[in-house]
């Protein structure tokens, strides 16, 4: 189902703010508050996953930890869709066409359904092949094929989900998929222990509860946005989808897919390497990735912000807005990273005690978690300039920088951990020096200022006062 694309959008929620008008700090801090709260309750999916299963043994915990790789490729494919009508869409409410940018809503929609047909095809698949590549133990790939496959299988309200919270994120209305987040994630830490442990008639269904528990989670998220949507702009239908402006998005969306994807891939490569150094470096690779995570919703609040601060602004020609906004963004991102790079180093290993009591494990943990401390404000950086990129639909240059490096980080962690023989230790500050080289890269990149120019959609004029097409 989707919006129906005849009906005008009307700004008509007081969730909804014009981010053209008024302070930059405020009207940031406004629009980012709600994305924090509702990408933290997102990642609570995740991490209540990890806790429970984590009481089933360290293989459990181990199939669910490489697991978390292949589902960022599911989210790459979310991003795809929401990077493009965030892009799209919010340059076409600060310019004031209203029904353009509902056209472009309803088309992302429909993409979402087609995108999840294609993983339900995959699904039969691709799990087994994934732990095969892997070389994970027997009981690991069986253990990760029951929780992955389900969520291949239902794949669609996933990619609902973040087309939905886009679109009115595109309005500046960010409030409505907190609120819609905060009953999904309540249900989900309701159903996680019912499904995994069973409870009276429910039988218990082990790592495949949990992730039965997150498909059903997210289904009622998605009805409560389409029921959302229903009062705000009337009836709902799925529109045909039509080939220009599905190119539109994919063309802004599938560079932020490609980088998901590489990012998935070079973590699914650590993986591997971790799985030849002990399982343990495996489990500590896992959930030290789910404490970082910390710091990434808190960087992509502000990331999610500002890309629709930048494509309002720059649909309503406000230039000076922009530079204004992105300089506030990247100030608080660094600030908020720092300060967990300090948590991380000093209470790293208590933090991993949530997720396992294995005394080998949390041994690892702590030298682990201090050395990924030291790049937490620039990996918030980084994950905040995304966020400007995509808002001005600039994300084919900021893909390429982030390729390059990955492609550095793939031989440089079998090198370092295991041909020089440094271990976890290794690959932690091989991930450590990469991460803050992206940053100043692409940081590099956003002092160059071609990104402001650049055309979100070819058919639409260039912004005014800036550089031509990037």
């Given amino acids: 189902m989707s919006a129906d694309s005849s009906q005008p959008a009307q700004a008509s929620s007081s969730d909804s703010i014009l981010l053209t008008e008024g302070r930059i700090l405020p009207v940031l801090l406004r629009l980012s508050w709600p994305v924090l709260l509702s990408m933290s309750l997102q990642t609570l999916f995740h991490i209540v996953d990890a806790i429970w299963v984590g009481r089933l043994g360290a293989d459990a915990l181990a199939a669910v930890s490489t697991c978390v790789y292949a589902t960022w490729i599911l989210g790459g494919i979310g991003e795809l869709l929401s990077s493009g009508v965030v892009a799209l869409a919010s340059r076409d409410v600060g310019a004031g066409r209203q029904d353009s940018a509902w056209k472009t809503?309803?088309?992302?929609?429909?993409?979402?359904w087609c995108l999840g047909i294609v993983l339900v095809a995959a699904a039969p698949t691709a799990p087994r092949a994934l732990f095969t590549a892997l070389s994970t133990t027997p009981e690991v790939t069986r253990l990760g094929i029951e929780y992955l496959s389900p969520l291949l299988y239902f794949a669609v309200p996933a990619l609902l989900l973040a087309t939905l919270a886009a679109i009115l994120r595109a309005w500046g209305d960010t409030k409505t998929a907190l609120r819609i987040t905060a009953v999904s994630v309540t249900l989900n830490l309701v159903l996680d222990p019912l499904l995994i442990f069973g409870f009276g008639p429910i039988p218990a269904l082990g790592v495949k509860g949990a992730a039965y528990a997150t498909l059903l989670s997210q289904s009622?998220?998605?009805t409560l946005f389409y029921l959302h949507l229903r009062g705000r702009f009337g009836s709902l239908r799925l529109p045909f989808p039509q080939r220009?402006?599905?190119?539109?998005?994919?063309r802004i969306g599938l560079p932020v897919t490609m980088n998901a994807a590489l990012y998935a891939f070079v973590y699914l490569w650590f993986a591997g390497v971790a799985a030849r150094i002990d399982t343990n470096a495996v489990a500590v690779l896992g959930v030290g990735n789910r404490l970082e995570s910390v710091v990434y919703i808190l960087a992509e609040s502000l990331s999610l912000a500002a890309a629709a601060f930048v494509g309002q602004n720059l649909g309503g020609q406000r230039v000076d807005r922009v530079r204004t906004g992105v300089r506030w963004a990247l100030v608080i991102g660094f600030a908020v990273g720092a300060v967990f790079g300090v948590l991380f180093f000093t209470l790293g290993r208590p933090l991993f005690s949530l997720f396992t009591s294995d005394p080998t494990v949390l041994a690892d943990a702590g030298p682990y978690m201090q050395i990924l401390a030291?790049?937490?404000g620039f990996m918030a950086v980084e994950v905040t300039l995304y966020g400007v990129f995509a808002g001005a639909g600039y994300t084919l240059v900021p893909t390429v920088v982030s390729g390059l490096v990955h492609a550095m980080r793939v031989p440089l962690a079998s090198w370092v951990a295991l041909r020089l023989g440094y271990g976890l230790?290794?690959?932690?500050w091989m991930i450590t020096l990469t991460c803050v080289l992206r940053s100043l890269w692409l940081a590099a990149v956003?002092?160059?200022g071609r990104w402001l120019g650049h055309r979100a959609d070819p058919t639409r004029a260039t912004i005014a006062g800036v550089p031509g097409s990037g």
């Avoid at 809503?105 to 979402?112: H, K, R, T, Y």
């Fill in 425 to 428: 230790e290794g690959l932690a």
């Fill in 446 to 448: 956003l002092a160059r």
């Fill in 220 to 222: 009622i998220g998605v």
């Fill in 244 to 250: 220009s402006t599905i190119l539109s998005i994919a």
């Fill in 374 to 376: 030291l790049c937490q």
């Fill in 105 to 112: 809503a309803g088309q992302a929609q429909s993409f979402a």
